[in-house]
Structure formats: C-alpha cells, structure tokens
C-alpha cells in the first residue's frame, strides 16, 4: 500500500530550478512532520528540509539554505521542495518522509515515498 508518492524531478543545468511534490494519504500526513532527504550514489542518505505537522517551523541542512524551500498544505496532504540555483552537487535520488518525531534523521520518519531522480548538469 503506497503512502507517499513523489513527483517533479528530472534534468536541468546548473542555476535551473524544480519543484518536487509529495502526496500523502491522510493518515500518513496529518500531524506528521514532514520531511525531503536524498541520496547521491556510493553516499548514505541525507537529511535536506524539514517541516512541521502545522507548518509553523521548517529546517534545512545548511548546503540548501537560501536556495531550497519546504512547504506543506494540510488541505491537499501535499508537501512540496522548491529547489532554485541547483548545482551539480544536488544530484541525487530525492525523498520524501512522514513520521510523528520528525528531525534530521531518517530515524524519525515512519513512511518514505519510493523517490525522485533529480539530475543537475554543470
């Protein structure tokens, strides 16, 4: 039974832009933090934005801040990666997380979606 599913990425050069979406099923999303983490090959998975069950606190690992926005809308069970001046080092298969304890690590998160290939060309 698939819980998350990830949508949006693909190929861009560097400075381009995408947008990845996660939706959720209800009762993987309401009250649930949510979170996006990625993994580049021959790398362990990363922790990348996290926001919480309201929306009221969001969190990024520090080599995103400034270029890469988490939102969430409680309306749609959608939560959404704005990711703009993307560079080369942003590649990876990204995402998507829901758990009740949240943070940094894929620890706190109880469902994930299967992925999203984000591909950034210099």
């Known amino acids: 039974q698939v819980q998350l599913v990830e949508s949006g990425g693909g190929s861009v050069q560097a400075g381009g832009s995408l947008r990845l979406s996660c939706a959720a099923s209800t009762r993987t999303f309401i009250g649930y933090d949510m979170g996006w983490f990625r993994q580049a090959p021959g790398k362990e998975r990363e922790f990348v934005a996290r926001?919480?069950?309201?929306?009221?606190?969001?969190y990024y690992e520090d080599s995103v801040k400034g270029r890469f926005t988490i939102s969430r809308d409680n309306a749609k069970n959608t939560v959404a990666l704005q990711m703009n001046s993307l560079k080369p080092e942003d590649t990876a298969v990204y995402y998507c997380a829901s758990g009740r304890v949240g943070g940094r690590s894929a620890l706190g998160y109880t469902y994930w979606g299967q992925g999203t290939q984000v591909t950034v060309s210099s």
């Open positions: 926001i919480t069950w309201n929306g009221g606190y969001t």
